[in-house]
Nanobody, 124 residues
Framework: QVQPVEFGGGLVQAGGSLRLSCTAS????????IAWFRQPPGKEREFVAAITWSLGSRYYADSVKGRFTISRDNAENTVWLQMNSLKPEDTAVYYC?????????????????WGQGTQVTVSS
């Protein structure tokens, strides 16, 4: 089993930056991909970004391209989400998930493990 744990949420003004981290414990050798999702207030959870655990290939939702960067450090079992030029619409609970990206369908395929989430609030 893998247990992702998120850190780094908080309150930031529009235009500001925030960096989230996701540290995975457990059977980390079994990890294929790590993704960030978010759930805005009153809305469904949505995909934000993903990274291949071994090769570091990166995938982004259109809404965050050019503003967010996902990266990882395998030695520390950690994935980061650097969020720049934040907007009020980025306000959400951000979740880290271990699962799989489908290269064939070019989308997130399945989530095996979820973190507990961390709140990000962007004020206008």
């Amino acid at each position: 089993q893998v247990q992702p744990v998120e850190f780094g949420g908080g309150l930031v003004q529009a235009g500001g930056s925030l960096r989230l981290s996701c540290t995975a414990s457990g059977t980390t050798l079994s990890i294929n991909h790590i993704a960030w999702f978010r759930q805005p207030p009153g809305k469904e959870r949505e995909f934000v970004a993903a990274i291949t655990w071994s090769l570091g290939s990166r995938y982004y939702a259109d809404s965050v391209k050019g503003r967010f960067t996902i990266s990882r450090d395998n030695a520390e079992n950690t994935v980061w989400l650097q969020m720049n030029s934040l907007k009020p619409e980025d306000t959400a609970v951000y979740y880290c998930a271990a699962g799989r990206w489908s290269t064939l369908r070019n989308q997130w395929s399945s989530s095996d493990y979820w973190g507990q989430g961390t709140q990000v609030t962007v004020s206008s």
